[in-house]
């Protein structure tokens, strides 16, 4: 089976549906407001992906950003149904874990968190006001 007739085979997400609805509307809009679009998207997806090495939710401005260009744009149209995708299968996976990996995980995170505690106040940490 070739990757064209697998893509023709898996459902795409609903919001790449409604994407393709948006994007009629979105073609008899002005010049400047699609430009304006092109920036905002631009912008959101630059910030996105800075928030990827900095704090902040870079998995909530990326989809952002890339629904934005795919109104204009079908390599962002095909990159946000590929995250979607990625997305999906994670949220899939996650549920699949069993009870065993879940309690380890849940201790392996409070171990974590205990030792920095630890450190914080034993090892006399200069950042940490304790």
């Given at each position: 089976?070739?990757?064209?007739?697998?893509?023709?085979?898996?459902?795409?997400?609903?919001?790449?549906?409604?994407?393709?609805?948006?994007?009629?509307?979105?073609?008899?809009?002005?010049?400047?407001?699609?430009?304006?679009?092109?920036?905002?998207?631009?912008?959101l997806l630059?910030?996105?992906?800075?928030?990827?090495?900095?704090?902040?939710?870079?998995?909530?401005?990326?989809?952002?950003?890339?629904?934005?260009?795919a109104l204009?744009?079908?390599?962002?149209?095909?990159?946000?149904?590929?995250?979607?995708?990625?997305?999906?299968?994670?949220?899939?996976?996650?549920?699949?874990?069993?009870?065993?990996?879940?309690?380890?995980?849940?201790?392996?995170?409070?171990?974590?968190?205990?030792?920095?505690?630890a450190w914080?106040?034993?090892?006399?940490?200069?950042?940490?006001?304790?």
């Amino acid at each position: 089976m070739t990757t064209q007739e697998q893509d023709e085979e898996r459902p795409r997400p609903k919001l790449i549906e409604k994407l393709a609805e948006q994007r009629d509307v979105h073609k008899a809009r002005p010049k400047v407001i699609r430009a304006l679009y092109v920036a905002v998207g631009i912008t959101l997806l630059l910030g996105g992906l800075i928030m990827l090495v900095t704090p902040g939710p870079a998995f909530a401005v990326i989809p952002i950003g890339l629904f934005i260009l795919a109104l204009e744009f079908s390599w962002a149209e095909a990159a946000l149904e590929k995250s979607l995708e990625q997305a999906e299968a994670a949220k899939r996976k996650a549920a699949e874990t069993t009870r065993t990996q879940r309690i380890l995980t849940a201790t392996a995170g409070v171990l974590a968190v205990a030792g920095l505690v630890a450190w914080a106040l034993y090892g006399d940490i200069p950042v940490a006001p304790v």
